[in-house]
C-alpha cells in the first residue's frame, strides 16, 4: 500500500487527506466491511451528508456573527455602511435558522432520506457561500488581509463546497432525483 499525502490546500490543511494506493494487498475477511460496496454506499450515505449540514450551518452562524459584531461596533459611531449593502445577517440568519429546523425535523421524524437530504445539504452550502461573501463585503478592505476572520470563513465556505460528495456531485444527484 502506497500512501501520499495531500498537502497545500487553502484551508483545513489538518483534515490529514491522503491517496492510497493497494497494490497486491491481502486484506482477511474480518477485516471487510462490505463486498457490495452499492449496497453499502446506499446504506451509509445518508447519514454521512447528516453529519455534514452542521459543517455548513457552524460557518454561516459564525459569519452572521461577525457581521453583526461589526454592525454594533459601527452603530455606535452613527455610521454604518454596511446597511446599505443588499445582503444583512438577519436575513442569512433566518435561512440558516430554517435549514436548521429542516435538518433537526428530518431526524426526528427519521425521515433521513435521500432526496430530503441531497435537498438539505445543497441550501446549506449556498446559504453558507451567501453568508461567507456577505461577511466579506461587510468588513471590506480589513476583509482582504490574509488570515482575517472572513477571510478565513471564506476558506471554510471553499472545504464545504469541495467536501465530498462537492457542490456539483449533489447538482448531478438532485437532477438525477428530479426525473
Known amino acids: 500500500m502506497t500512501l501520499r499525502q495531500r498537502v497545500g490546500f487553502i484551508g483545513v490543511n489538518g483534515s490529514a487527506t491522503y491517496s492510497c494506493t493497494f497494490d497486491d494487498v491481502f486484506i482477511p475477511d474480518v477485516q471487510v466491511i462490505a463486498t457490495e460496496v452499492d449496497e453499502f454506499i446506499e446504506r ?14 457552524g460557518v454561516t452562524e459564525s459569519s452572521v456573527e461577525t ?45 433521513i432520506d435521500w432526496p430530503t437530504l441531497v435537498d438539505i445539504r445543497l ?3 449556498y446559504v453558507t457561500l451567501e453568508a461567507v461573501q456577505a461577511a466579506m463585503l461587510h468588513h471590506g478592505g480589513r476583509a482582504y488581509v490574509k488570515s482575517s476572520v472572513a477571510e478565513r470563513k471564506l476558506r471554510e465556505a471553499y472545504f ?3 467536501l465530498t460528495p462537492t457542490i456539483k456531485h449533489l447538482e448531478v444527484l438532485r437532477q438525477q432525483i428530479a426525473k
Open 160 to 162: 464545504l463546497v469541495n
Open 44 to 57: 451509509i450515505r445518508s447519514q454521512f451528508l447528516v453529519y455534514q449540514i452542521p459543517l455548513a450551518l
Open 123 to 125: 441550501q446549506s452550502v
Open 67 to 111: 457581521m453583526i459584531q461589526l454592525t454594533e461596533k459601527h452603530e455606535r459611531k452613527d455610521s454604518n455602511i454596511n446597511r446599505y449593502l443588499p445582503i444583512q445577517p438577519e436575513q442569512i440568519k433566518e435561512k440558516n435558522n430554517r435549514i436548521r429546523s429542516l435538518i433537526i425535523q428530518a431526524i426526528a421524524n427519521a425521515n
